[in-house]
C-alpha cells in the first residue's frame, strides 16, 4: 500500500511539472514584424504590425510605451497603447496618425516599446519599433506675446493694446496673419490699427512685429467680459506655436459706489454737499473752500453731476446755496457788478449764475483692481451759456416777477439782454480717490472763451488760472462736506 501512495504522488508531480512546462512552451513570443519606419507627416500615419510567433491560446493584452521628439496630440495621435488579442490570433497592428502642421522638426521620430505581460514573451531584439518622420515644408512658426498675462482694459477708455507676434525665422515674404477675438465683432467691439478687417500685415525679412488693438468705446457701467485673441494658423502659409498662440484680454467697466461722497444732504432741493476749492497761484493753497450740490447723473451710474440749488425765497430754481462744480462766473468779474452789464439769472450767488447746463461733468473709471480709485474724465467737450443783460433791468426782475415765471427769466418782461457768452470746456483730467476725505477728487480743467469779459480783472493769485496752449488752465479739489 505503502509503495502505491508513493508511485501515485509521482506520477501526480510528474503532471504538474509536465503542465508548467506546457504553459512555457506555449506563451508565444510578441515581436514588431519590422523594426525601422520612414514617413512623411503629408502622408496623415501608418500602420505599426505587431506579430505573435504562434496563435495565442486564450486572450490577453500587449502594452505599448511610447516616445517621441514631437508633441503627442498635437503633432501625432496614437490610437490605443494597449493592444486586445484574441484566442487563435497572430498578427496585431497599432496605428499612428500624424498631423500635417507644415512645422519643420529636425530629426523628428516616435518609438513605440512593448511591455513586458504574463501571457507572452519578449524578444529584446525586436520590441522597439522606430517612426522616422520627415517634414518638408519648411514655414514660420509665430508666438504671440501679450504684455501681460491677462490684459484689462475698460472699454469705455478705447485703450490701444500693443501685441508682439514672433517668428521662428525671417519670413521670405509678407504674411497676412488672421485673428480671432472670441465674440467680440470686428468695428463694433475693436479695430486692428491700420486695417479694414481682423488681421494685418507681417512683413517679410522680420523675426517679430507689433500690431495694435483698438478696443472701442462703450459706455456701459457695469460691463465684465473675457475675450480670448488668438492667432489663426494658415495652412501652407504659417503655424502658430500651441503653447503662445492666444492671449486673454478682460474688459471691464465696474460700476462706482458713490456712498463716501453723498455724506450731507442740500440745504434746500436734492443731491449732497461737496465742499470745493481752486488752486491757487503757488500751486500748493486752495482757495475759496466753498460747496456745490451734486448727485448722480441721468447719463448713468458711473456719472457725477453738479446741481443748481432750490432756492426758498421764491420757490424757483436759484443759486442760493451752493455753487456748481467750475464756478465759472469767477471768470467774469466784471459781470458781477452793481451797475453796466450783469449775468442774467434770479440766482443770487453771483459766483455761479446764468450758465447752463452742468449735468455730467465727471465719468468715474476705476483703475484695474480698484473700488475707490481711478480717473476722471470728461466724455465730451462741454459749452455753457449766460446771457448779459441790463443789470438794472434784471434786478427788477429778480425782485418783482421771479416767482410768477417760476425762475424762468426769458419769460420775465423785465430784463433787457444785450448778448451772451459761452464758455467750451475743452478738456478734463484728473484723479478720485473716494476713500481719502479731504481730496476726493482732484482735477483740471481747460476752457475756452471768445468773449472779451473773460477773465479780464480776475484775481490771478487766488483763482491761480494761467494760459496754456492758448487754453485757460484751472485746478480744483472737491471732497465730502
Not at 496614437?78 to 519643420?104: M, N
Request: net charge negative; proline share 5%; aromatic share 10%.
Amino acid at each position: 500500500m505503502k509503495r502505491i501512495i508513493i508511485l501515485i504522488a509521482a506520477l501526480a508531480a510528474a503532471a504538474a511539472c509536465g503542465q508548467a512546462e506546457d504553459t512555457r512552451y506555449f506563451a508565444p513570443a510578441v515581436e514588431f514584424a519590422s523594426t525601422q519606419y520612414a514617413v512623411s507627416a503629408a502622408d496623415g500615419g501608418l500602420d505599426i504590425d505587431i506579430h505573435l510567433t504562434r496563435p495565442a491560446s486564450q486572450a490577453f493584452t500587449i502594452g505599448l510605451n511610447v516616445e517621441s521628439s514631437l508633441k503627442e496630440g498635437v503633432q501625432y495621435r496614437i490610437t490605443s497603447t494597449s493592444v486586445p488579442i484574441s484566442a487563435g490570433q497572430q498578427d496585431a497592428s497599432v496605428h499612428v496618425d500624424l498631423v500635417d502642421d507644415e512645422i519643420w522638426v529636425e530629426n523628428a521620430w516616435i518609438e513605440l516599446l512593448l511591455k513586458p505581460g504574463e501571457r507572452y514573451t519578449l524578444d529584446p531584439a525586436k520590441s522597439v519599433a522606430r517612426v522616422e518622420v520627415s517634414k518638408a515644408i519648411h514655414i514660420p512658426i509665430f508666438r504671440l506675446i501679450p504684455p501681460e498675462d491677462v490684459v484689462v482694459t475698460n472699454p469705455y477708455l478705447a485703450e490701444t493694446i500693443s501685441f508682439q507676434l514672433e517668428g521662428d525665422r525671417n519670413t521670405d515674404s509678407d504674411q497676412e496673419v488672421e485673428l480671432g477675438f472670441g465674440d467680440l465683432v470686428y468695428g463694433v467691439d475693436y479695430r486692428i490699427e491700420g486695417s479694414d478687417g481682423p488681421f494685418f500685415t507681417y512683413p517679410a525679412g522680420a523675426r517679430s512685429h507689433i500690431f495694435k488693438v483698438n478696443i472701442l468705446r462703450k459706455d456701459v457701467p457695469g460691463y465684465d467680459r473675457e475675450a480670448v485673441l488668438s492667432i489663426i494658423p494658415q495652412k501652407g502659409r504659417y503655424s502658430v506655436d500651441p503653447d503662445h498662440g492666444s492671449a486673454t484680454v478682460r474688459l471691464s467697466d465696474p460700476v462706482v459706489d458713490f456712498k463716501p461722497l453723498f455724506r450731507t444732504g442740500a440745504q434746500a432741493g436734492e443731491g449732497y454737499q461737496l465742499r470745493q476749492a481752486i488752486l491757487a497761484a503757488d500751486g500748493e493753497t486752495w482757495s475759496g473752500n466753498l460747496a456745490a450740490n451734486f448727485t448722480l447723473s441721468k447719463e448713468g451710474s458711473s456719472y457725477l453731476k453738479s446741481l443748481r440749488n432750490m432756492g426758498t425765497t421764491y420757490g424757483c430754481l436759484s443759486n442760493e446755496v451752493g455753487l456748481h462744480a467750475l464756478r465759472l462766473a469767477e471768470f467774469f468779474p466784471n459781470l458781477r457788478g452793481t451797475e453796466g452789464d450783469a449775468l442774467v439769472d434770479y440766482g443770487r450767488n453771483n459766483n455761479t449764475r446764468g450758465f447752463s447746463p452742468v449735468d455730467s461733468l465727471f465719468r468715474f473709471v476705476l483703475d484695474p483692481g480698484s473700488t475707490t480709485q481711478g480717473r476722471l474724465i470728461l466724455n465730451k467737450p462741454r459749452t455753457f451759456t449766460a446771457f448779459i443783460g441790463d443789470y438794472t433791468s434784471w434786478k427788477n426782475a429778480w425782485e418783482k416777477d421771479s416767482y410768477a415765471t417760476e425762475g424762468n427769466i426769458f419769460a420775465s418782461n423785465s430784463p433787457v439782454i444785450t448778448g451772451r457768452v459761452d464758455v467750451v470746456l475743452e478738456k478734463l483730467e484728473g484723479r478720485f480717490d473716494l476713500s481719502d476725505t479731504n481730496n476726493a477728487l482732484l482735477f483740471t480743467a481747460w476752457f475756452s472763451c471768445d468773449s472779451p469779459y473773460f477773465m479780464k480783472g480776475v484775481d490771478f493769485e487766488s483763482l491761480g488760472a494761467v494760459q496754456e496752449d492758448g487754453l485757460w488752465k484751472v485746478s480744483y479739489r472737491l471732497w465730502p462736506r
